[in-house]
């Protein structure tokens, strides 16, 4: 959403204009809806197309990122787009289709590659904890995204490239303050377990089992929420996850649902909150952030086990006291 309140939508895993199977891939295309009608702003209207970073840093015509599915997307201080990473098409004519970790800006008019690589499954680059330097986190999809009020933008997990020759599912957490990548939290590998500590009791050692699909907000007070998705549990077990971690600026809190993988919900009353409520795990779910601050949660997908999958149409609010 930009400042206009127009609805973006970029790219994904869909149907191009000639529609059939052979019309379906990565599409790279970017629309806007201004509440009554769409508008094609950008891109071809076929799947798998590449793309064309150009020079970075310089805006142009002929800019254009590669089909992809998984894109971290969000809004800039200034209504700009920002998107970032993704599975995704190469440069190529005959284009390649891999993990990225390019950022880019679009301004209203064309697009600019502002920073990642190139080139596919990009290994991350972690200097020291908490520190600007030669830092950049690697390819992948479906990680999760915060703004904050003073402008910075926070990554974290998703599916691919560790800083070294790992792929998979990750949980480091970075932070971009607009020019700088820091790495806040988490591993510099893959596949990490999830350590919980003590329920309600923020420590140092607290983070998050790798993970992706994980739906996340921010409150008021800039603390960021991640709500379960698909990764590690304490055990090492990997899984759909309905824990609900928070984190304050320097630590992670365990606040609410299982340490297990496969965790199922309990409903209780429609309508009525109680403390044992709480969703099943799941991940690709809907989220959304109402006016007084009240987050909601909706569908998604949910394990009973590690070949039993099923959709849900269940939706949730969870309001923070």
């Known amino acids: 959403m930009d400042a206009a309140n127009h609805a973006w939508i970029f790219g994904g ?12 891939g990565y599409l790279n295309d970017l629309w806007m809806f201004n509440g009554t009608e769409w508008t094609w702003k950008s891109g071809p209207s076929s799947p798998n197309q ?20 998984g894109a971290m997307r969000w809004t800039g201080p200034s209504g700009q787009l920002f998107l970032f990473g993704g599975y995704s098409c190469d440069d190529e004519a005959t284009p390649n ?7 880019w800006s679009w301004n209203g008019t064309g697009w600019t590659w502002i920073g990642g690589s190139s080139a596919l499954n990009p ?8 520190t600007v330097g030669a830092n950049m986190p690697g390819g992948r999809d479906s990680g999760t995204i915060w703004r904050d009020s003073k402008g910075n933008t926070w ?12 792929q998979g599912a990750l949980n480091d957490l970075w932070k971009f303050d607009g020019t700088n990548w820091i790495w806040v939290s988490g591993s510099s590998t893959v596949e990490q377990s999830g350590s919980y500590g003590t329920l309600g009791a923020p420590d140092p050692a607290n983070v998050p089992g790798a993970r992706g699909g994980s739906p996340g907000w921010i409150d008021a007070s800039d603390h960021l929420w991640l709500f379960g998705g698909m990764g590690y549990d304490s055990a090492g077990t990997y899984g ?13 809190t365990w606040v609410s649902g299982s340490k297990l993988a496969y965790a199922g ?29 009240a987050f909601w949660l909706f569908g998604g997908i949910t394990q009973a086990g590690a070949n039993t999958y099923g959709g849900l149409n269940d939706l949730w609010k969870l309001t923070i006291d």
């Open 240 to 252: 759909t996850l309905n824990d609900l971690w928070e984190f304050d600026g320097s630590y992670w």
């Open 155 to 166: 990554l974290f997990g998703g599916f691919g490239f560790d800083g070294a020759t790992g």
């Open 13 to 24: 895993l869909g149907m191009g204009s000639a529609g059939g199977t052979l019309s379906q």
């Open 265 to 293: 919900g309990v409903y209780g009353t429609r309508g009525t909150a109680t403390a044992s409520t709480v969703p099943p795990g799941r991940d690709g779910a809907a989220v959304w952030v109402d006016g007084s601050g």
């Open 123 to 130: 290994a991350g680059s972690y200097a020291t904890k908490g």
């Open 97 to 103: 289709q891999g993990s990225v970790n390019d950022l």
């Open 50 to 69: 590449p793309g064309n970073h150009g020079n970075q840093g310089v805006a142009a015509s002929t800019n254009l990122p590669g089909g992809r599915v």
